[in-house]
């Protein structure tokens, strides 16, 4: 995507077109069906030539903040991050190798994570570093129950 096709025209009203076309109502529907595929992922299959991962994110916060999900949308993109860079699960020992994939999902997440909601998911990382979830655990969607403990959805 180096060209900046996908700065090009309206990219709220390509990316909607996209998500309809493959049976979706929302872009939430469309990203909840792949809980485990990365905003890259996401992009290409709406659009490989113009569509970026960031385009996907801003629709999936802005869904979020119109329903009160944003704690639903972090607990998601941690779920995208740590199947990314931990596609195995947790590690079993956390040496230096693993720290760094570790750190690297967690900060990566941290980065995506809405400024109303960077405080809790600062305390998540040092609650999941301090206290280390089973080896090999691998949240699969936002509705883990671990990941639920640390971020309970908002009360509406």
């Known amino acids: 995507m180096s ?5 090009l025209g309206n990219v709220k009203v390509r990316l909607y077109e996209r998500v309809r076309e493959r049976g ?11 809980p485990t595929a990365s905003l890259v992922a996401l992009a ?3 659009g490989p030539d113009d569509v970026a991962g960031v385009q996907v994110f801003s629709g999936l916060v802005a869904e979020a903040e119109r329903n009160n999900q944003v704690t639903r949308l972090v607990r998601g993109q941690l779920v995208r ?9 947790w ?8 720290r760094f994939e570790v750190a690297h999902a967690l900060g990566a997440w941290i980065a995506f ?9 600062r305390q998540v990382r040092t609650a999941l ?3 280390p979830p089973p080896p090999g655990w691998r949240p ?6 671990l990941l639920l403990s640390f971020l309970p959805d908002e009360q509406v």
């Open 81 to 89: 991050e740590l199947s990314q860079h931990l596609p195995n699960g």
């Open 44 to 46: 290409e299959e709406l």
């Open 3 to 7: 060209d900046g096709r996908a700065w």
């Open 24 to 34: 979706y109502d929302s872009l939430t529907a469309f990203a909840e069906a792949r």
């Open 129 to 131: 570093l301090a206290l």
């Open 140 to 145: 699969l969607g936002p509705d883990d129950e």
């Open 113 to 121: 994570t809405p400024e109303t909601h960077k405080e809790r998911a």
């Open 91 to 98: 590690p079993a020992v956390l040496d230096d190798a693993n």
